[in-house]
């Protein structure tokens, strides 16, 4: 916790206490961090707790809260044990407040939201459940909300702890007890546990503007020891005048005493209604492939744009339709005409990647129109603003296909042009992307354009001083070494391997023991392409990052054994003496050479003062350029 500065203590409850927090070295970021702590016997218990729980950080899904770091505390004043699990904090409302909003006014949940929030727990709980992880815990105030349509599980429960009986005595006598399956209270949880509280989610949303909070509760303890109860659900719907959705054969399935009797959400997914719900929360999970006769198809698409992105629209569920109309979209991308919808072709095309995940050639063909409309914007200076639903579509891709060399070769340089923009990079961040991206370096390190788009991302997700994944981060080093030692001919590889390995280094992910190889290993790299100034340009800051940080790195610089670091910057110099971008970066790696006395004899020696003169020379009127020489010229003549 010591990195950690609580801002907000919230309610408490029996299984724990919840902090909002901040990191202590950011004070001014605005990142916040959702702590629950949780009391544990000793510390058996503890690492027990902890090593469950660690499976939760791997958990990637749209409909889930992602954990950043898991870890175990003492707490001095009280002399307690704690297991710690952290969230990024959302700042969203939970399911319980919209429910009692609605109760409140009294109100109907709409039946769009109710569709939306059964498709993504659905596909939430199948996704968890597969893995044969379970919520434990779920109920409303689990769940949080944005807006009304979109919903994400939170707060986890671990067997460990769940079935701590003294814990377990006190959650009992609270209200969320109602939430709970009748074996959980023998401590006794499974995948049909999750089921069940879903069921009386569903079922306190679906009556909450005929039903008061005491009256739901009551519902649903009547309901855990004679389901016939259920039956009161259907009167209670047509006095409310409720739509017409067939939830109540749905609440039938989940509400089954008997666990062996209950659904599971591997089978509710085969449920019609419930595959309407997966498409409505444009679920992965649910595979039906919908036809269009090929003459109506290309009727609809003889017009223009407007008209081309309209048919998209209305049959986004027809594999052969998208794959046609993205053929006609690839005709006008070029065009000016295009450039007011550039955004929406981003938008429809990644939503119909998502939905027609099966179809392998509309994967390549929408990745490879997509490169095409991001380039058009760049070159345009087209602003285009993406949102979350549309990064975390692409992840899922990355995801899904993370062993396709072919479509991981689009797929990267898509992540690439994203990632320059500092809130992408730091969503992709935050969604765990490092650990994908190094996971494809390892898998494919020859191939010469992912391991050049993946390290530029790297960069992208390294760069920021607010990085949360640093773990991630620190065992990248070796992954992107081997990546250079791999392509050190490679201009485009190099450049950004050796830019990855600057914001490393930068941002404190080298070792003691990775100075020196990485020293060399970049001078081999500057040798070998001092045709390339963008390369020649981040090598030299990449070796100025080195330097600042050991003087082991500043000695071996100017002592290799295949030629002094001195005589490198000389040749980089001439190579582009008139080159402001490259000079400033010379200049920059100049003045970490000259802190140390050793380095700075072998300078003198070579009339480096002589550089800097004519460097100044060339350039006065780059105030950057003049103050990094003038600096090293001062401490050179002192």
Request: charged share 20%; glycine share 4%; net charge negative.
């Amino acid at each position: 916790m010591e990195k950690y500065e609580v801002l907000q203590r919230l309610q408490p409850g029996a299984l724990g206490t919840v902090l909002v927090a901040g990191l202590k070295a950011e004070r001014n970021a605005k990142d916040r961090f959702v702590i629950k702590q949780v009391e544990c016997i000793d510390e058996k218990q503890a690492n027990e707790a902890l090593k469950e729980a660690m499976g939760l950080l791997q958990l990637h899904h749209s409909s889930i809260c992602a954990y950043k770091e898991m870890f175990v505390t003492w707490d001095n004043e009280i002399s307690s044990l704690y297991l710690c699990l952290v969230m990024q904090h959302s700042g969203q409302v939970d399911l319980s407040s919209l429910i009692k909003t609605k109760r409140q006014k009294p109100e109907k949940i709409a039946d769009v939201v109710l569709l939306k929030f059964l498709g993504q727990m659905v596909d939430a709980l199948f996704y968890i459940h597969k893995q044969n992880i379970f919520h434990r815990n779920l109920k409303p105030s689990n769940i949080l909300v944005t807006g009304e349509t979109s919903f994400k599980l939170c707060d986890f429960g671990t067997e460990t702890l769940m079935t701590d009986e003294w814990k377990w005595k006190i959650r009992v006598e609270e209200n969320c007890k109602c939430w709970m399956a009748p074996e959980a209270f023998s401590f006794s949880f499974s995948d049909k546990s999750d089921i069940w509280s879903l069921g009386c989610i569903l079922l306190d949303m679906m009556t909450c503007f005929v039903l008061n909070a005491e009256e739901i509760t009551l519902l649903l303890q009547d309901i855990r020891r004679d389901t016939s109860h259920l039956d009161r659900v259907l009167s209670l719907m047509e006095i409310g005048e409720n739509s017409s959705l067939p939830l109540f054969p749905v609440l039938s399935m989940m509400l089954q005493i008997q666990p062996s009797m209950r659904t599971t959400a591997k089978d509710l997914i085969d449920v019609p209604f419930i595959g309407e719900c997966l498409i409505v929360a444009s679920s992965s999970v649910i595979k039906q492939k919908k036809s269009l006769a090929s003459c109506v198809i290309d009727m609809f698409l003889e017009g223009g744009i407007g008209s081309i992105l309209e048919f998209m629209q209305a049959f986004w569920d027809v594999e052969e339709a998208q794959a046609k109309a993205m053929q006609h979209l690839a005709h006008f991308v070029g065009d000016k005409s295009a450039l007011p919808y550039l955004l929406t072709f981003t938008e429809l095309i990644v939503f119909a990647l998502k939905t027609h995940t099966n179809c392998f050639k509309l994967q390549v063909d929408g990745c490879s129109l997509l490169l095409e409309v991001l380039s058009q914007a760049l070159e345009q200076d087209v602003v285009m603003v993406l949102d979350e639903n549309v990064i975390n579509s692409l992840l899922e891709i990355v995801r899904r296909h993370s062993e396709d060399e072919e479509l991981l070769s689009l797929i990267c340089p898509l992540l690439m042009m994203i990632s320059a923009d500092e809130v992408v990079a730091e969503n992709l961040r935050k969604a765990g992307l490092t650990s994908d991206l190094l996971s494809i370096l390892c898998n494919f390190i020859h191939n010469e354009q992912i391991c050049h788009t993946s390290c530029a991302v790297l960069w992208s997700l390294a760069v920021s001083e607010n990085s949360v994944d640093q773990v991630m981060l620190q065992s990248a080093v070796p992954i992107i070494t081997a990546v250079i030692q791999e392509h050190l001919q490679n201009g485009a590889v190099l450049k950004s391997a050796c830019s990855a390995l600057w914001a490393l280094s930068l941002q404190g992910f080298l070792t003691e023991n990775d100075y020196e190889p990485t020293t060399v290993l970049l001078m081999d790299a500057l040798r070998m392409n001092l045709e390339k100034p963008m390369l020649v340009n981040n090598t030299c800051l990449a070796l100025a990052s080195l330097l600042r940080l050991s003087e082991i790195a500043a000695l071996r610089f100017i002592t290799d054994s295949k030629g002094s670091g001195i005589n490198l910057i000389k040749d980089a110099y001439r190579f582009y003496c008139d080159d402001p971008q490259v000079v400033e970066s010379i200049c920059v790696l100049i003045n970490e050479m000259v802190q140390y006395d050793d380095v700075m004899l072998d300078m003198l020696s070579q009339q480096m003062e002589e550089l800097l003169s004519e460097i100044k020379s060339r350039f006065p009127s780059s105030m950057e350029i003049m103050t990094l020489a003038d600096t090293a010229l001062l401490k050179l003549q002192e």
